[in-house]
């Protein structure tokens, strides 16, 4: 996890929207990834952007800037459900290295 | 659609017990799998990489006699953990990719030894 960094803990509120960044390392990159995983489960796919821009997927949107190494996701009208980690990640040929993820917590 | 499924879900044994991990993607060929260890509240460290028939590639720092890979076939690999003690303790998780497939991951095993 250390080509990628992202907040360790990130609080919202219910109904609010919030945006977990992520920033990384340029060498090698294919493209960045967001995954969640909730307590005890495996991590599953929420989204990709190879190229920059923004990629929206019902509440949850991702970008990215590839001249910045930057990206984020931005989830809407957060529910008590999305408390969870959630990874950014990056394509390192055959391989996903991930972040150190973000814990969101929502309060209601 | 595509599921990798990932047995067993929870293993405890003592010290010392050798444990075996399945990893079969079910719907689609797995020409690469993936395995990943996780320890709570951290992120999924990339342990290897398999590709069908050829020897696994360890990531630096992972003991390759202490986890051994076999992925003998396009649907199935595994993770042996030999010898196992109590730091070997953690959350370990397969992925698959294959064809025109993105990377399924599994549902994880958590390994408790005692």
């Known amino acids: 996890g250390q080509s990628l960094e992202q907040p360790s803990e990130v609080t919202a509120v219910e109904g609010a929207i919030v945006q977990i960044n992520c920033t990384y390392q340029t060498s090698g990159f294919y493209g960045l990834s967001w995954y969640q995983q909730h307590d005890g489960g495996a991590p599953t796919f929420l989204s990709y952007n190879a190229l920059d821009g923004l990629e929206e997927t019902g509440r949850f949107s991702s970008f990215l800037s590839r001249s910045d190494s930057y990206g984020y996701l931005l989830l809407q009208e957060l529910q008590m459900k999305d408390s969870a980690s959630y990874f950014c990640a990056r394509g390192e040929g055959d391989k996903i290295i991930f972040g150190k993820g973000t814990r969101l917590h929502i309060l209601p | 659609g595509a599921v990798v499924s990932q047995h067993p879900s929870r293993v405890i044994c003592k010290s010392g017990t050798s444990v075996k991990i399945e990893c079969r993607s079910l719907?689609?060929?797995?020409?690469?799998m993936f395995w990943y260890r996780q320890f709570p509240k951290q992120s999924l460290m990339l342990m290897a990489t398999s590709n069908e028939g050829s020897k696994a590639t360890y990531e630096q720092g992972v003991e390759k006699d202490k986890f051994l890979i076999n992925h003998a076939s396009l649907t199935l690999s595994t993770l042996t953990v030999t010898s196992a003690h109590p730091e070997d303790s953690s959350f370990y998780i397969c992925?698959?990719?294959?064809?025109?497939?993105?990377?399924?991951f599994g549902d994880g095993t958590r390994l408790s030894i005692l």
């Open positions: 719907d689609f060929q797995a020409t690469t």
């Open positions: 992925s698959a990719r294959g064809g025109d497939q993105p990377q399924h």
